[in-house]
């Protein structure tokens, strides 16, 4: 009957303030309605620059190739290279391409012409996949066989044919406004009551401690609920993505990610003296396991100090194990690991939570 009273306590504190009760409702619909669109690893709009030295029908023809990719935004062509390095160090060209003098006499005597291609390599990712994607279109140029023989290529996109990168990033997503929503929140509330005055008033009522804390945490769980049931109808109305998997695992999955944030988040809060401090210590926590997660970039291709984290880090337990269920359609025995893990982490961090409170002090 206590837990009973202390849930009411803390939904009221949530529906009297100003700030919260927006924060939950609008903070997923943001999210999901806008950082699919630019959440994207696909490398567009390279501004490549042209310095044709043959002046030839065939290096024209080549010209027009690169102009009609959508892939690049054709700057025009200059003159001599130097003019176009010039341009690339004011960040006016990423990529530029330099046709020999006797590119056409090459491709006619069959010849293999040296193209020069130079990249901004400053951001590695850009300057290369815009180098592979100009390579690929001379090679097809100077060697009409070649992309033949590639037509002839079949190649079968296995659970995203459509290589649509939203529907990598969708349940990637859930893991942000998950950690966010039930990881700060918590974090601010015991601290919040010790700013107020008022934990002093609930230290001495006769609530246990594992009642004091399972209040905490319950409201969390229940808002966790509603932030993954707000993003999968998001996902579906507004891209048209659904769960190829079971949802009640998708929910199983949020719950026990749930359980560790929350838990966590007040377990910071419970040693922390003031907001600013358990601010600064749970954004710590926050960017450290988001990028070691395999979120953005791939865990194997880490140094192997680093992917050894990812064994005690529940995000990247959930960011595989619901990439598995949403998108691959997977079942509770391709995920039980993760599950198992999630369970345990989020376990120890519960009684941590409960342990770390000082109920007298």
Known sequence: MTLKYLIQKEFIQIR??????????MFPIMIMCVM??????????????VVDNDRSTLSQQLVHSIEASNYFVFKGQVPTYRSALQQMEKSQVDVVMVIPQDYSKDVALGHQPQVLIAANAVNGTKGAMGGNYLTQIVTQHVNPDIASMQSRISTLFLYNKHL?????????????????????????????????????????????????IL?????????????????LLLAWA???????????????????LALFWSSLGLVI?????????AIFVMWFFVVMMLLLSGLFTPTRSMPSWAYATTYVNPMSYFIEAIRTVFIRGGGISSIWHQLLALLGIGSVMAVWAVLSYKKNS
């Open 16 to 25: 009297r303030n100003a700030f919260l009760p927006r924060l939950i409702v």
């Open 36 to 49: 699919p669109w630019v959440m994207s690893m696909e490398v567009k709009n390279i501004k490549v620059a």
């Open 164 to 212: 649509n990168f939203k529907l990598f990033m969708i349940p990637a997503l859930f893991a942000i406004v998950m950690m966010l929503m039930t990881g700060f929140l918590p974090a601010l509330n015991i601290v919040g009551e010790k700013e107020a005055g008022t934990i002093e008033q609930i230290n001495v009522t006769p609530a246990s401690k594992w009642s004091f």
């Open 215 to 231: 209040a905490k945490l319950i409201p969390y769980w229940i808002i966790a609920l509603f932030v993954i049931t707000v993003c």
């Open 238 to 256: 507004v891209y048209g993505i659904t769960s190829a998997g079971p949802l009640a695992l998708i929910y199983l999955l949020s719950m026990l």
């Open 269 to 277: 809060s419970n040693y922390s003296d003031t907001m600013q401090q």
